[in-house]
Protein backbone atom coordinates (compact mmCIF):
# COMPACT_ATOMS: atom_id res chain seq x y z
CA UNK A 1 0.00 0.00 0.00
CA UNK A 2 1.11 3.50 -0.62
CA UNK A 3 1.78 6.39 1.24
CA UNK A 4 0.81 8.99 -0.73
CA UNK A 5 0.82 13.01 -0.34
CA UNK A 6 -1.02 15.25 -3.52
CA UNK A 7 -0.23 19.11 -2.73
CA UNK A 8 -2.33 21.96 -2.93
CA UNK A 9 -2.72 25.32 -3.44
CA UNK A 10 -5.08 28.23 -2.29
CA UNK A 11 -5.07 30.53 -5.51
CA UNK A 12 -7.37 33.25 -6.64
CA UNK A 13 -10.01 32.14 -9.01
CA UNK A 14 -9.17 32.54 -12.20
CA UNK A 15 -12.56 34.16 -13.14
CA UNK A 16 -11.33 36.98 -10.75
CA UNK A 17 -10.83 40.71 -11.35
CA UNK A 18 -7.00 41.22 -10.23
CA UNK A 19 -6.38 45.10 -9.09
CA UNK A 20 -3.11 46.79 -7.90
CA UNK A 21 -3.27 48.87 -4.77
CA UNK A 22 0.00 50.97 -4.25
CA UNK A 23 3.07 49.02 -5.66
CA UNK A 24 1.05 45.79 -4.33
CA UNK A 25 -1.66 43.39 -6.10
CA UNK A 26 -4.66 43.56 -3.78
CA UNK A 27 -6.25 40.46 -3.36
CA UNK A 28 -8.56 41.06 -0.39
CA UNK A 29 -11.83 40.64 -2.36
CA UNK A 30 -11.24 38.03 -4.42
CA UNK A 31 -12.70 34.39 -3.94
CA UNK A 32 -9.73 31.40 -3.42
CA UNK A 33 -9.62 28.51 -4.62
CA UNK A 34 -7.61 25.37 -4.90
CA UNK A 35 -5.49 25.52 -8.21
CA UNK A 36 -7.00 24.29 -11.35
CA UNK A 37 -4.13 21.72 -11.98
CA UNK A 38 -4.11 20.61 -8.36
CA UNK A 39 -7.58 19.23 -9.17
CA UNK A 40 -6.23 16.67 -11.51
CA UNK A 41 -3.39 15.90 -9.44
CA UNK A 42 -5.97 15.04 -6.75
CA UNK A 43 -7.92 13.08 -9.04
CA UNK A 44 -4.51 10.89 -9.87
CA UNK A 45 -3.56 10.48 -6.51
CA UNK A 46 -7.12 8.87 -5.82
CA UNK A 47 -7.03 7.17 -8.77
CA UNK A 48 -3.50 5.59 -6.96
CA UNK A 49 -5.10 4.79 -3.79
CA UNK A 50 -8.31 2.90 -5.36
CA UNK A 51 -5.89 0.99 -7.60
CA UNK A 52 -3.21 0.21 -4.93
CA UNK A 53 -4.39 0.58 -1.40
CA UNK A 54 -2.92 2.79 1.15
CA UNK A 55 -3.69 7.15 1.90
CA UNK A 56 -3.79 10.43 0.35
CA UNK A 57 -2.84 13.13 2.40
CA UNK A 58 -3.78 16.60 1.38
CA UNK A 59 -0.59 19.10 2.06
CA UNK A 60 -0.53 22.53 1.91
CA UNK A 61 1.74 25.58 2.77
CA UNK A 62 0.10 28.70 4.47
CA UNK A 63 -1.69 30.35 6.97
CA UNK A 64 -5.24 29.41 8.38
CA UNK A 65 -7.10 30.58 5.14
CA UNK A 66 -6.02 27.85 3.58
CA UNK A 67 -7.72 25.14 5.75
CA UNK A 68 -10.97 26.00 3.46
CA UNK A 69 -8.88 24.54 -0.02
CA UNK A 70 -7.48 21.42 2.01
CA UNK A 71 -11.33 20.54 3.31
CA UNK A 72 -12.35 21.13 0.02
CA UNK A 73 -10.03 18.49 -1.20
CA UNK A 74 -11.21 16.23 1.90
CA UNK A 75 -14.73 16.74 0.38
CA UNK A 76 -13.13 15.37 -2.66
CA UNK A 77 -12.17 12.03 -1.17
CA UNK A 78 -8.42 12.31 0.11
CA UNK A 79 -7.73 11.07 3.78
CA UNK A 80 -6.07 13.42 5.86
CA UNK A 81 -5.80 17.27 5.41
CA UNK A 82 -2.27 18.75 6.29
CA UNK A 83 -0.80 22.45 6.38
CA UNK A 84 2.54 23.69 7.14
CA UNK A 85 2.84 26.94 8.78
CA UNK A 86 4.75 29.25 10.85
CA UNK A 87 3.63 32.56 11.63
CA UNK A 88 7.34 33.77 11.43
CA UNK A 89 6.99 33.41 7.65
CA UNK A 90 6.56 36.62 5.13
CA UNK A 91 6.80 36.27 1.46
CA UNK A 92 8.50 33.29 1.07
CA UNK A 93 10.38 32.90 -2.05
CA UNK A 94 10.26 29.25 -4.27
CA UNK A 95 13.54 27.87 -2.53
CA UNK A 96 11.75 28.45 0.92
CA UNK A 97 8.58 26.95 -0.33
CA UNK A 98 9.77 24.10 -1.60
CA UNK A 99 12.46 23.17 1.56
CA UNK A 100 9.32 23.52 3.80
CA UNK A 101 7.17 20.99 1.81
CA UNK A 102 9.81 18.93 1.35
CA UNK A 103 10.72 18.39 5.13
CA UNK A 104 7.25 17.99 5.79
CA UNK A 105 6.86 15.30 3.19
CA UNK A 106 9.48 13.36 4.35
CA UNK A 107 7.77 14.13 7.93
CA UNK A 108 5.03 12.17 6.35
CA UNK A 109 6.51 9.20 5.08
CA UNK A 110 5.64 9.76 1.35
CA UNK A 111 6.03 7.07 -1.19
CA UNK A 112 4.87 9.37 -3.42
CA UNK A 113 3.55 12.69 -4.19
CA UNK A 114 1.32 14.56 -6.85
CA UNK A 115 0.60 17.97 -7.71
CA UNK A 116 -0.56 20.39 -10.67
CA UNK A 117 1.93 21.11 -12.80
CA UNK A 118 1.74 24.80 -12.08
CA UNK A 119 0.15 26.97 -9.87
CA UNK A 120 -2.51 29.45 -11.24
CA UNK A 121 -1.56 32.30 -9.48
CA UNK A 122 2.35 32.35 -10.52
CA UNK A 123 2.78 29.93 -13.43
CA UNK A 124 6.42 28.66 -12.20
CA UNK A 125 6.03 25.41 -12.45
CA UNK A 126 9.06 24.62 -10.59
CA UNK A 127 7.38 23.17 -7.29
CA UNK A 128 7.02 19.38 -8.46
CA UNK A 129 10.82 19.48 -9.71
CA UNK A 130 12.35 21.63 -7.04
CA UNK A 131 11.18 19.49 -4.32
CA UNK A 132 12.09 16.16 -6.26
CA UNK A 133 15.87 17.33 -6.22
CA UNK A 134 15.13 18.13 -2.45
CA UNK A 135 14.56 15.00 -1.62
CA UNK A 136 16.66 13.04 -4.11
CA UNK A 137 13.63 11.90 -5.81
CA UNK A 138 12.46 10.76 -9.66
CA UNK A 139 10.55 13.57 -11.13
CA UNK A 140 8.41 13.54 -14.10
CA UNK A 141 5.88 16.64 -15.43
CA UNK A 142 3.13 17.48 -17.49
CA UNK A 143 1.83 13.86 -17.03
CA UNK A 144 -1.68 13.53 -19.16
CA UNK A 145 -2.68 9.52 -17.90
CA UNK A 146 -1.79 7.43 -15.62
CA UNK A 147 -2.37 3.92 -15.27
CA UNK A 148 -1.65 1.59 -11.64
CA UNK A 149 -1.31 -1.85 -13.25
CA UNK A 150 1.08 -3.00 -11.13
CA UNK A 151 3.71 -0.80 -12.06
CA UNK A 152 2.87 2.94 -11.87
CA UNK A 153 2.76 4.29 -15.85
CA UNK A 154 2.81 7.93 -16.89
CA UNK A 155 2.42 9.24 -20.35
CA UNK A 156 3.68 12.64 -20.72
CA UNK A 157 3.74 14.37 -24.36
CA UNK A 158 7.08 14.65 -26.26
CA UNK A 159 7.47 16.50 -29.78
CA UNK A 160 5.71 14.32 -32.07
CA UNK A 161 3.72 12.15 -29.89
CA UNK A 162 3.41 10.72 -26.52
CA UNK A 163 6.03 8.70 -23.38
CA UNK A 164 4.80 6.37 -21.30
CA UNK A 165 7.29 6.16 -18.35
CA UNK A 166 7.19 3.76 -15.74
CA UNK A 167 7.68 5.38 -12.54
CA UNK A 168 9.71 3.87 -9.39
CA UNK A 169 8.75 4.33 -5.82
CA UNK A 170 9.49 7.89 -4.34
CA UNK A 171 8.55 9.93 -7.11
CA UNK A 172 6.95 13.61 -7.89
CA UNK A 173 4.49 13.43 -10.46
CA UNK A 174 3.07 16.86 -11.80
CA UNK A 175 0.02 16.86 -13.51
CA UNK A 176 -1.47 18.31 -16.41
CA UNK A 177 -5.10 17.98 -17.76
CA UNK A 178 -5.07 15.25 -20.45
CA UNK A 179 -7.94 12.62 -20.36
CA UNK A 180 -8.05 13.36 -16.13
CA UNK A 181 -11.60 13.81 -15.50
CA UNK A 182 -12.02 15.22 -12.29
CA UNK A 183 -14.29 14.17 -10.10
CA UNK A 184 -16.79 16.14 -7.81
CA UNK A 185 -17.54 16.11 -3.98
CA UNK A 186 -20.99 14.09 -2.93
CA UNK A 187 -23.04 15.68 -0.09
CA UNK A 188 -21.98 13.10 2.34
CA UNK A 189 -18.36 13.67 1.37
CA UNK A 190 -18.75 17.70 1.86
CA UNK A 191 -20.58 16.97 5.29
CA UNK A 192 -17.19 14.82 6.24
CA UNK A 193 -15.27 17.46 5.13
CA UNK A 194 -17.05 20.01 7.44
CA UNK A 195 -16.37 18.72 10.60
CA UNK A 196 -12.34 17.40 9.44
CA UNK A 197 -9.37 18.36 11.54
CA UNK A 198 -6.18 19.89 9.88
CA UNK A 199 -3.24 18.53 10.94
CA UNK A 200 -0.63 21.59 11.73
CA UNK A 201 3.12 21.21 10.75
CA UNK A 202 6.23 22.96 10.79
CA UNK A 203 9.70 23.16 9.21
CA UNK A 204 12.94 24.70 9.10
CA UNK A 205 13.09 26.41 6.02
CA UNK A 206 15.96 29.17 4.82
CA UNK A 207 15.87 32.45 4.55
CA UNK A 208 14.49 33.77 1.17
CA UNK A 209 16.95 34.96 -1.29
CA UNK A 210 14.71 37.03 -3.16
CA UNK A 211 11.89 39.40 -2.90
CA UNK A 212 9.15 41.48 -4.45
CA UNK A 213 10.20 45.14 -5.37
CA UNK A 214 6.84 46.21 -6.48
CA UNK A 215 4.08 45.02 -8.81
CA UNK A 216 1.91 46.51 -11.12
CA UNK A 217 -0.91 45.90 -14.08
CA UNK A 218 0.39 45.63 -18.19
CA UNK A 219 0.22 48.69 -19.86
CA UNK A 220 -3.11 48.83 -21.91
CA UNK A 221 -3.38 47.33 -24.95
CA UNK A 222 -3.68 49.51 -27.97
CA UNK A 223 -7.63 49.70 -29.69
CA UNK A 224 -7.53 47.02 -32.42
CA UNK A 225 -8.15 48.03 -35.94
CA UNK A 226 -11.03 47.57 -38.25
CA UNK A 227 -10.44 46.54 -41.75
CA UNK A 228 -13.13 45.38 -44.43
CA UNK A 229 -13.22 44.12 -48.23
CA UNK A 230 -11.02 42.97 -50.32
CA UNK A 231 -9.07 46.19 -50.75
CA UNK A 232 -7.78 45.94 -47.65
CA UNK A 233 -5.98 42.37 -48.02
CA UNK A 234 -2.69 43.50 -49.05
CA UNK A 235 -2.62 46.11 -45.95
CA UNK A 236 -3.85 43.25 -43.59
CA UNK A 237 -1.29 40.81 -44.59
CA UNK A 238 1.69 43.79 -43.98
CA UNK A 239 0.63 44.42 -40.66
CA UNK A 240 0.13 40.44 -40.22
CA UNK A 241 4.12 40.16 -41.36
CA UNK A 242 5.80 43.03 -39.58
CA UNK A 243 3.89 43.90 -36.34
CA UNK A 244 1.79 40.93 -35.65
CA UNK A 245 4.50 38.74 -36.37
CA UNK A 246 2.39 36.00 -37.57
CA UNK A 247 3.16 35.33 -41.23
Not at 72 to 91: F, L, M, P, Q, T
Amino acid sequence: MANIVVLVKRVPDTNARIAVNGDRVDLSAVKWVISPYDEFAIETALRHKEASGGTVTALTLGSPESDKILKDAKAIGVDEIVRVWNDSWHEMDSNSVQSALASSISSLGADFVYCGKTAADTGAGSTGPGIAERLGWASVSNVVDVSFDGDVVVESPVENGQAKIKIPSSAVISCDKGSIKVRKPNVKGIMMAKRAQVTLMDAEVPSPTVSIVSQSMPEAKPAGKKFEGASSAQEVAKLLRDEANVI
